[in-house]
């Protein structure tokens, strides 16, 4: 986890980081959309290292569509960590948006 938070992140990108990833490990409870297209928009480039929960997608509308948005639009994403809890699991269907998500990130 420490190697996440390297020297190589200046103190606003590190900022930026963790208040995204603290935004998205509570999505599934506050399901502002709004605010995630916003973030991506305007500091997603910024984004190399990013870790990423598992969310309880039966709260979603959308199934896991948001980690399509999330992997696709963050251009410069090199790393990208999927952590969970022991209750929430994920299956076939988050994989499929992920691997969407990564294809359109390529082309």
């Not at 930026?16 to 506050?30: A, G, R, T, V």
């Not at 995630?36 to 709260?59: C, D, M, W």
Request: with cysteine; aromatic share 16%.
């Amino acid at each position: 986890m420490y190697e996440d938070y390297g020297a190589s992140f200046s103190w606003r990108d590190l900022y930026h980081k963790l208040c995204f990833e603290q935004m998205l490990s509570n999505f599934d409870k506050l399901l502002d959309f709004t605010v995630f297209y916003e973030y991506i928009n305007k500091l997603g480039a910024s984004q190399q290292v990013l870790r990423v929960p598992t969310l309880n997608k039966t709260k979603m509308k959308s199934n896991h569509y948001w980690v399509m948005v999330l992997v696709s639009k963050l251009e410069n994403l090199r790393v990208l960590k999927l952590h969970g809890t022991s209750n929430i699991s994920v299956g076939e269907d988050f994989f499929k948006f992920l691997l969407k998500g990564f294809n359109y990130m390529a082309s």
